[in-house]
């Protein structure tokens, strides 16, 4: 399996963008989806995740501003993101809950004046 990821950008606090996730092929492993980032120097964090039937969960910093959906006839994953801000700024990947299979390369979102 491949996961590419694509979507990320330059951005203005206050701005949105659109993460998607595509995945080259379903396995049983994917149930289970998340979204991670990591930021320069820090350590790659779980930002959202989702499972089959579409139950969402996510990160206390950005609770009412992402959401994470998915189209298992796209085998794909996005990401909405609201309301960015600095902070936001990361490479972003996916994976599945239990990150087993292999990292794409992410997708890098800045967020900057």
């Known amino acids: 399996v491949q996961l590419q990821a694509s979507g990320g950008g330059l951005v203005q606090p206050g701005g949105s963008l659109r993460l998607s996730c595509a995945a080259s092929r379903i396995q049983y492993s994917m149930r289970s989806m998340a979204w991670y980032r990591q930021a320069p120097g820090k350590q790659r964090e779980l930002v959202a995740l989702i499972d089959d039937p579409g139950n969402t969960e996510y990160v206390q910093s950005v609770k009412g501003r992402f959401t994470i959906s998915r189209d298992n006839t796209k085998n794909t994953v996005y990401l909405q993101m609201n309301s960015l801000r600095p902070e936001d700024t990361a490479v972003y990947f996916c994976?599945?809950?239990?990150?087993?299979?292999?990292w794409g390369q992410g997708t890098l979102v800045t967020v900057s004046s």
């Open positions: 994976n599945n809950l239990i990150r087993t299979l292999p």
